[in-house]
């Protein structure tokens, strides 16, 4: 099953990043900042990862997405990838979701909406669902924290192993980056807690609770390219090309 919810909070990384490169002195006065932007990415990476386990059976897979953002805060998006997860799901997955994003206090930043997962060429009658989340993030000395939550209430897509009922699962993270001075290199760690039918080994031994985490770096290459490298792992059996330690490269264009 796939479990992905990275679009979202990509969105967000790089439109914080986008906001804080911007100095406030070089707004035109007699051009206000637009009510409507639109941004959007494409990537390839050498193995569609997320929350540790692997959705593309360990192959490369492209990547992209748009996002529509409003002065207020508000936004809508979609994000997709190619897909290896079996005929349930097809080859591809369209991830739609939308939200808010703002400063709620100085320094504070909040990120909450819903996500919808669809799978358009999937076989599978009960594969796509909902999960609200909802993230805060802020600078601490050079460091850029953020912590969040996913929670998918119980849904036809979410089944108990135990007694084929609809199942819920939570989703939990930390994330922290800091850039290195003088150089356009960002250190990167992440660790996250599933408990429910999402969890990384639930579909390997039944586990219904495990953790996933990375460490990382990514850097600019040359106007909108950048590339990242990360290893990746999740706690619980390793099973290779899905739930197996692994090293992740990612080469991304924003536009």
């Known amino acids: 099953?796939?479990?992905?919810?990275?679009?979202?909070?990509?969105?967000?990384?790089?439109?914080?990043?986008?906001?804080a490169a911007t100095p406030a002195f070089a707004q035109d006065e007699t051009s206000p900042p637009k009510e409507i932007t639109v941004t959007g990415n494409v990537a390839l990476t050498s193995d569609y990862r997320f929350r540790g386990v692997s959705q593309s059976g360990g192959d490369i897979a492209v990547q992209g997405g748009i996002t529509i953002s409003h002065s207020s805060g508000f936004y809508i998006a979609t994000w997709?990838?190619?897909?290896?997860?079996?005929?349930?799901?097809?080859?591809?997955?369209?991830?739609?979701?939308?939200?808010?994003?703002?400063e709620v206090s100085p320094g504070l930043t909040l990120d909450a909406g819903l996500l919808y997962y669809a799978y358009p060429n999937g076989r599978g009658a009960d594969?796509?669902?909902?999960?609200?989340?909802?993230?805060?993030?802020?600078?601490?000395?050079?460091?850029?924290?953020?912590?969040?939550?996913?929670?998918?209430?119980?849904?036809?897509?979410?089944?108990?192993?135990?007694?084929?009922?609809?199942?819920?699962?939570?989703?939990?993270?930390?994330?922290?980056?800091?850039?290195?001075?003088?150089?356009?290199?960002?250190?990167?760690?992440?660790?996250?807690?599933?408990?429910?039918?999402?969890?990384?080994?639930y579909y390997c031994?039944?586990?219904?609770?495990?953790?996933d985490y990375s460490i990382g770096a990514s850097m600019t290459l040359f106007g909108p390219l950048s590339a990242s490298v990360s290893y990746v792992g999740v706690s619980g059996a390793s099973v290779d090309s899905y739930?197996?330690?692994?090293?992740?490269?990612t080469l991304t264009a924003t536009f």
Not at 1 to 17: D, E, I, P, Q, Y
Not at 80 to 102: I, K, M, P
Not at 205 to 211: F, L, V
Not at 243 to 249: A, C, M, Q, W
């Open 127 to 201: 594969s796509e669902f909902f999960e609200p989340y909802a993230s805060v993030s802020g600078q601490a000395g050079p460091a850029k924290i953020k912590v969040g939550a996913a929670y998918a209430w119980k849904q036809d897509a979410l089944p108990n192993f135990y007694t084929g009922r609809k199942d819920d699962n939570l989703y939990v993270y930390g994330n922290v980056d800091i850039g290195v001075p003088s150089t356009p290199l960002t250190v990167s760690g992440h660790i996250g807690y599933t408990d429910g039918s999402l969890a990384p080994c």
């Open 205 to 211: 031994n039944a586990d219904k609770s495990g953790w």
């Open 1 to 19: 099953m796939s479990t992905s919810v990275r679009g979202v909070f990509a969105a967000s990384l790089l439109a914080c990043s986008a906001f």
């Open 243 to 249: 739930t197996d330690d692994t090293v992740v490269g």
């Open 80 to 102: 997709a990838s190619s897909l290896d997860v079996g005929d349930a799901y097809g080859s591809t997955e369209v991830d739609l979701f939308g939200g808010w994003t703002g």
